[in-house]
C-alpha cells in the first residue's frame, strides 16, 4: 500500500508490479480487467475479460475468447480498445487506451495446448455467445480449438489515478516511452 | 447467492436488487462502476463512477461528476453510454447499453445541499481534471456549485451473464419492456 505518489516512475512500477500480478494471482483485481469497445452501432461495450499475459517491455496484454462471440466481430471493424481496472486496496485506478489484434489457427496450438481441459469449453459454444436461445440452457459446451483467438494488446497509454491522502494522477505513453506526466486528477 | 437461473423474471429482479444496494452500501460492486464513453479521439474510455441513483421502474441511473471532466466533453459529442458491473460474489456480470443526458445549473440545487461538504472538493478542481501539471500535487480542490453535473443515463439494454453451477444469459430491454431473452453464453 503506498500513501502518496511524487515519482513518476515510481509511480509506473508500481501499475506494472499489479497489473503482472494478475497473471498468476486470481484474486487480483488485474485478473480480471473490463475491455471496452465500440458496438456494432456504435455504442460502447464493457465486459470482464481474463488477462492472460502482460509484458512490461512491450506493453502489451493478451485475452483470449472465442472467435465468435460479438467483441471479435467488433475490434475487426475498430481495433482500438480501452481498459480498466480499478485495485481497491492500492485505491489505485488504471485506464489503458490499446490496439487490438485478432490472431486464431495453427499458429495457436502450442498455446490452445497449455489451455487445463475444462477451460476449452470457453471456446466453440453451440449456438455462438450471444444468439437468442429458448432456454436458459439451451446450448452446449464442445471445446474447438478453431474457435480459440487470442486478443493481443499493444497499449498507447496508461492513465493511473491513486486515491492516496492527496490524489495524484500521471499520464504514461508509448510515444513519449513511459516518461508519465502529472495530470490534475 | 443463487445457483442458476431458469425464469427470466426472477433474474431481472435479481439484478436490480444488486445494483440497488449500490446506492446504500459502499462495498457493494454497484456503489462503483465502470462507465464507457466513446473518447474524443474514437477510443473507447473507461473509469470508475460512483453510482449516486437507481430507479428501476423508470430503468434510469445517475451519476455525479464535475462539468469540466472529460467525459463530459465526450458526453456531449456522443452521449451513448456503456457500464459494467461484475458481482464476484455473485457470479452476475451486469452490462448495460444507455443514452446519457447532462445536467447542470440551478436546478441541481437541492442535491448539491445534499453533497456532504467534504465531497464538494470533487467539483472545482483547479487546473481542471486531466489537465497536465508541473508536480503531482501542483493543483487546488475548492467546491464549486458551478462545476458540479449530474449525468442522468437512461438504459436501453441490459445484458446479465451469471457464472453457475451453468452459465446462463440473458438480455433485457426497453423496448420488450424489458422481458428478457435468453442468449447462449
Known amino acids: 500500500m503506498k500513501d502518496e505518489f511524487n515519482d ?3 509511480m509506473h512500477e508500481y501499475a506494472w508490479r499489479l497489473i503482472i500480478r494478475g497473471i498468476v494471482e486470481n484474486k487480483s483485481p488485474a ?28 506493453a502489451t496484454l493478451e485475452v483470449h475468447t472465442d472467435v465468435e462471440s460479438k467483441k471479435v466481430e467488433e475490434l475487426r471493424l475498430n481495433p482500438k480498445v480501452g481498459l480498466h481496472i480499478w485495485f481497491p486496496k492500492n485505491k489505485l485506478q488504471i485506464r489503458f487506451k490499446a490496439v487490438s489484434e485478432i490472431k486464431t489457427g495453427e499458429t495457436l496450438k502450442k498455446q490452445w495446448d497449455k489451455v487445463p481441459y475444462n477451460s476449452r469449453i470457453s471456446y466453440g459454444t453451440l449456438p455462438a455467445p450471444g444468439t437468442s436461445i429458448s ?6 459446451k464442445p ?11 499493444k497499449i498507447k497509454e496508461m492513465d493511473l489515478t491513486h486515491l492516496g491522502t492527496r490524489h495524484t494522477r500521471a499520464l504514461f505513453a508509448r510515444e513519449s516511452k513511459w516518461s508519465g506526466t502529472w495530470l490534475a486528477p
Open 135 to 140: 432456454t436458459s440452457f439451451s446450448y452446449e
Open 8 to 10: 513518476l516512475k515510481e
Open 31 to 58: 485478473r480480471h480487467p473490463t475491455l471496452g469497445t465500440t458496438g456494432l452501432f456504435g455504442m460502447p461495450e464493457l465486459r470482464t475479460v481474463v488477462l492472460r499475459c502482460a509484458n512490461q517491455k512491450a
Open 143 to 153: 471445446a474447438n480449438f478453431e474457435r480459440f483467438c487470442i486478443i493481443k494488446i
